[in-house]
T-cell receptor, first 112, second 112 residues
Framework: KAGVTQTPRYLIKTRGQQVTLSCSPISGHRSVSWYQQTPGQGLQFLFEYFSETQRNKGNFPGRFSGRQFSNSRSEMNVSTLELGDSALYLC???????????FGPGTRLTVT | GENVEQHPSTLSVQEGDSAVIKCTYSDSASNYFPWYKQELGKRPQLIIDIRSNVGEKKDQRIAVTLNKTAKHFSLHITETQPEDSAVYFCAASKGGSYIPTFGRGTSLIVHP
């Protein structure tokens, strides 16, 4: 099976702009989770979508949002970008019963 | 919610030595404990996991132990090799549709 893919791989944005990241899960996986990774902070959970519904949510402000399409592909949007949003954004797909997280390569977002 | 503490944050060993990374968790309902390895510039990948009905699990040079009473689990790597150099993340989950909570990671450096 093809692995999890994310686009774009690298992105440079200016403070105040918005950005949309995309994630395509492993075929057959219906759960997609998003994480923010910054040095020293590990993997911070943003939210999880399952069958087009947000099922779990982390402690991030409302500027971070997401959605999932009927083919399980997911997008994450960040509005009004701040310098502190610079990070590697990882998505992971999983499926029952164990829900092991299979990660994509990530999108490196730099906010200037 | 769940809280996972991981120590040490950095571990430096000589090739051939053993390495041990320790994690503690707070939610006694957690029953699934995966470990991920993230090489520089790459995605996190699951290397081993353990469930609460098992005290120890081995896979070649790596092993994980779990002490449910004390709420801690550890990753053991024997006969370390330079290619073991990476950041290792532990995680804890209540299983099923629950999203795992990750530790902050341990940077393992194996000196040839």
């Amino acid at each position: 099976k093809a692995g999890v893919t994310q686009t774009p791989r690298y992105l440079i944005k200016t403070r105040g702009q918005q950005v949309t990241l995309s994630c395509s899960p492993i075929s057959g996986h219906r759960s997609v989770s998003w994480y923010q990774q910054t040095p020293g902070q590990g993997l911070q959970f943003l939210f999880e979508y399952f069958s087009e519904t947000q099922r779990n949510k982390g402690n991030f402000p409302g500027r971070f949002s997401g959605r999932q399409f009927s083919n399980s592909r997911s997008e994450m949007n960040v509005s009004t970008l701040e310098l502190g949003d610079s990070a590697l954004y990882l998505c992971a797909s999983s499926s029952p019963p164990n829900y092991e997280q299979y990660f994509g390569p990530g999108t490196r977002l730099t906010v200037t | 919610g769940e809280n996972v503490e991981q120590h040490p944050s950095t571990l430096s060993v000589q090739e051939g030595d053993s390495a041990v990374i320790k994690c503690t968790y707070s939610d006694s309902a957690s029953n699934y404990f995966p470990w991920y390895k993230q090489e520089l510039g790459k995605r996190p990948q699951l290397i081993i996991d353990i469930r609460s009905n098992v005290g120890e699990k081995k896979d070649q040079r790596i092993a994980v132990t779990l002490n449910k009473t004390a709420k801690h689990f550890s990753l053991h790597i024997t006969e370390t090799q330079p290619e073991d150099s990476a950041v290792y993340f532990c995680a804890a989950s209540k299983g099923g549709s629950y999203i795992p909570t990750f530790g902050r990671g341990t940077s393992l450096i194996v000196h040839p």
